[in-house]
């Protein structure tokens, strides 16, 4: 009831209180749009009206876009906590828990050794993740979401241009979602501030930016008993009588990352050829905390009788487990850029990375074999990078190599072709050898089984994809070989299976595995009403159940669009179909806050239906979503994970608010 009257304040307020204006000319960014408020009653001197152009977004590669208002399906599916369309993404009960992967081509690649604990890292914003901005006036954004329970979702941002050539923005973004189950909280911090500069001639440009970020995940290791949940018994459809594994644990993932990114022209004056010399620097520090203060874990059957478990196996403590891994990484690029108006742009670089992967401890175990306290690597590239931009065609290849005893490279090859301004081609082809992160190669636990020192072998990626963007389909293929796939399992015996303990380690795969991925997408319109379809195909060809995905994915969405109150209000109303077929998805592991592989439970095969209506009045665009509304009727059966289910029904209200000032 709350948020329909929340709903209902915003709105009529808008509506009631407005007159007809004279539209502004097309191209124009009318901040009032068609429509004022009534108070003003003073004629005001006739200003110049800024462009949609003028507001740009920037992104770390120097690409453009600009900034949109606009009320589409395609916003609406980015109406979430990360801002970004989820399909291929599967979420947990929870609001900011860890995404499992459906589709595999969504996984990114770097050559460069990560910390690891990838599954904290959905809601940590990465270097290449941060946006510039030039703005012509001050530029705000609002976003605003509900979550599970008692919580908010709140994003706020800030951009303007000092002056012409230097633009600061600052934003933060913020989650709290209390959630269904018992020791289920989440609560996560973005902070980001950024700075543009670059002289009226463009001879020096620097996009710089600062991150604070913070996420914090209690812990339940999923629910205990699986009948329970798939009962008829209505005592269970208050989530919090079903028992969980851990009542008290919590993870932390915290991180600060300085980074800027700068060029400087060497010939004064722009001209056909041009001369760059260019910096990239890049350090961050973080932290990942595990805590369990209580270590013993009680499981009933569904004969009521109890036991008690490790969940995890033996510990060197009793009580109040607090593990802690610290990073440190510093990441310097220096080049030199050519640039010639006709044969395009060519750089070559050197880079130096260095990073400290470290404990405060040193595990010596029952056979005198020592787990190190902090894993050091340092190691320099050498690279060449080639850009192409004439006519139809717009070109990007890179490669980099190491020139110290690491051996690892990269080639990065991406060939666009616009034939026309509706009809594109686009081409990659990727071949990586890849250092393992570093949670792989060194861990160390307060539980006993989860301490280890490896060395891995690298990682090798070939990945060739293309995708054909038109008015009336767009498709997808990616093709990817892997070879010396590194991945984490449950290594615990059938004995500790039994009791319930759950060990995961990383292992490594020698044999090849082949995926391959085909994605359409087509949205079909009859008058006010359209359908829009996405569906995701993928095979993989491996010896042993390694990568696992499913089958088929699909997201269908039926919908009806109009403009009411004289065009004041533009609204979208449906209903959106999820599914995906049965296959082994990957479990959960919150120790070492990683997914691992499993064959001994299927997920999927279950349907969501959520309805819908969007509206936009002005620059201010309103969600209303109820998720999952078939929960109230069907059986619970879906999982997001083996043991974490997911989400069941929940009416969920957002809304994203644009200043121009």
Not at 61 to 70: A, G
Not at 113 to 118: D, K, L, Q, T, V
Not at 407 to 430: E, T
């Amino acid at each position: 009831m709350r948020i329909f009257i929340f709903l209902y304040l915003l709105v009529v307020p808008t509506l009631l209180f407005s007159q007809v204006k004279k539209p502004a000319p097309k191209g124009n960014l009318d901040m009032n749009t068609e429509y004022s408020s009534i108070t003003d009653t003073v004629k005001k001197k006739k200003q110049k009206i800024a462009t949609i152009d003028q507001y740009k977004i920037v992104t770390l590669e120097h690409d453009t876009i600009y900034v949109d208002t606009s009320l589409t399906i395609k916003s609406a599916y980015r109406q979430n906590h990360l801002r970004k369309d989820l399909f291929g993404l599967q979420e947990f009960s929870n609001i900011g828990q860890p995404l499992n992967t459906l589709q595999y081509s969504l996984t990114s690649f770097s050559p460069y050794p990560e910390i690891g604990f990838s599954g904290k890292h959905s809601n940590y914003m990465q270097a290449d993740q941060i946006r510039y901005y030039s703005a012509a006036t001050p530029f705000t954004e609002l976003f605003f979401n509900t979550t599970i329970n008692k919580g908010q979702n709140v994003d706020s941002f800030i951009t303007l241009n000092v002056s012409k050539n230097l633009n600061f923005s600052i934003a933060y973004k913020g989650l709290r979602s209390e959630g269904d189950y018992n020791n289920q909280l989440v609560s996560a911090g973005n902070f980001r501030m950024t700075a543009s500069y670059a002289t009226t001639s463009r001879r020096y440009a620097i996009n710089a930016h600062y991150t604070y970020q913070d996420i914090m995940n209690e812990e339940n290791g999923g629910i205990t008993n699986d009948s329970n949940f798939e009962s008829d018994n209505q005592d269970y459809k208050n989530r919090q009588r079903l028992q969980v594994y851990l009542t008290d644990a919590e993870s932390m993932l915290k991180g600060r990352r300085l980074f800027f990114d700068h060029a400087f022209r060497v010939n004064p004056k722009d001209g056909s050829n041009n001369l760059y010399i260019t910096h990239q620097f890049n350090y961050e520090n973080k932290g990942y905390e595990y805590k369990q203060p209580t270590i013993i874990s009680t499981v009933t059957d569904n004969d009521n009788v109890s036991t008690r478990v490790q969940r995890f196996g033996d510990s060197y403590v009793t009580s109040n487990m607090n593990d802690h891994t610290k990073y440190e990484r510093l990441y310097n690029k220096v080049g030199a850029a050519y640039e010639n108006s006709l044969l395009g742009k060519f750089i070559f670089f050197v880079d130096d990375y260095r990073s400290n992967y470290k404990y405060e401890r040193i595990i010596v175990d029952s056979l005198g074999n020592a787990v190190p306290d902090n894993l050091y690597l340092q190691f320099n590239n050498f690279g060449a990078q080639y850009e192409y931009q004439k006519n139809k065609w717009n070109g990007r290849f890179l490669y980099s190599r190491s020139i110290t005893n690491q051996s690892l490279s990269d080639l990065d090859a991406k060939l666009r072709y616009d034939m026309s301004d509706k009809i594109k081609f686009d081409f990659r082809y990727r071949n990586i050898n890849k250092l393992p992160n570093n949670n792989y190669n060194l861990y160390q636990s307060s539980w006993v089984s989860y301490n280890w020192s490896n060395d891995f072998k690298n990682e090798k990626i070939n990945s060739l994809s293309a995708e054909i963007t038109t008015p009336w389909l767009t498709g997808q293929v990616q093709y990817t070989v892997l070879k010396d796939h590194l991945y984490f399992t449950d290594a615990a015996n059938d004995e500790q299976k039994a009791s319930g303990e759950q060990i995961v380690k990383p292992f490594q795969y020698g044999n090849v595995i082949n995926y391959l991925e085909i994605k359409a997408s087509r949205e079909f319109k009859f008058g006010k009403f359209a359908l829009d379809n996405t569906l995701l195909y993928q095979k993989v060809d491996q010896s042993d159940l390694i990568l696992n995905v499913p089958d088929f994915v699909t997201r269908n969405t039926f919908y009806y669009s109009n403009h009411f109150f004289k065009k004041a209000l533009y609204m979208q109303t449906g209903l959106v179909f999820n599914y995906l077929t049965k296959y082994y998805g990957d479990d959960y592991n919150p120790v070492i806050a990683e997914f691992f592989v499993q064959q001994e439970k299927k997920t999927g095969g279950f349907a969501t239906f959520d309805f819908f209506i969007n509206a936009r009045i002005r620059q201010t665009r309103f969600y209303l979503k109820a998720e999952h509304f078939n929960a109230l009727f069907s059986q619970s059966n879906y999982y997001a994970a083996p043991h974490n289910p997911y989400r069941d029904f929940v009416l969920r209200f957002g809304l994203v608010w644009n200043f121009f000032q």
